[in-house]
């Protein structure tokens, strides 16, 4: 081989690997058709969320000014929808603002805030626990919201339910352990 056209194959080589590693890093930006859906779902379930929690207004204000239909049945049960799904909305949030400052870029404005705000992850790990607590919380609000319309057949039942709710804090006392330990 000649000793000239080495270099020349060797930069032709070296060229195109650059180019295909920046393929390979542009790749990343594929994230983001996760990251607008999931930001975009959280918009709208915030305006249902808050369209639910104005119609409860309304029903109150209805009831307690010109004698509506009785709201005490339902209030509570309304309202428990609205926070989980709120709940459910923040979940696409930290989904979304994590994966983007994980695979795209850093988010400037978070980087200088506490280190444990919902929206600062450094690692997946970080970012599936960050999620998976507020999952647990909405499933919680979600057991909450079936308490509510439970009613009591036998002792048992009774039984039932406060060994639910045993459950319930056992899990959020765990949860706080562990979070201590971070």
């Known amino acids: 081989m000649d000793p000239d056209t080495q270099p020349a194959q060797e930069t032709r080589r ?11 890093w542009n790749s990343r930006l ?13 918009f709208v379930l915030f305006i249902i969320a808050s369209f639910d929690m104005l119609a409860v207004l309304g029903d109150a204000w209805r009831y307690y ?14 309202i ?10 923040l979940v696409l949030m930290i989904f979304g603002l994590g994966v983007y400052k994980l695979f795209v870029s850093r988010l400037e404005p ?5 280190p444990n705000h919902p929206f600062n992850v450094h690692s997946l790990d970080q970012l599936k626990d960050k999620i998976a607590r507020v999952v647990i919380l909405a499933v919680i609000i979600e057991f909450f ?38």
């Open 110 to 114: 978070v980087e200088g805030r506490d």
């Open 30 to 42: 594929m994230v983001l058709m996760a990251v607008v859906p999931a930001l975009l779902g959280a």
């Open 145 to 182: 919201r079936a308490v509510v319309g439970i009613s009591f057949d036998t002792p048992l039942d009774a039984i039932y339910l406060a060994l639910s709710v045993l459950a319930l804090a056992l899990a959020l006392y765990l949860m706080a352990l562990a979070h201590k330990k971070e």
């Open 65 to 78: 000014t010109a004698g509506g239909p009785d709201i005490h049945k339902s209030v509570v049960t309304d």
């Open 80 to 89: 428990i929808v609205a926070v989980d799904i709120y709940l459910i909305a």
């Open 14 to 24: 070296g060229q195109l690997e650059r180019r295909f590693e920046a393929f390979l």
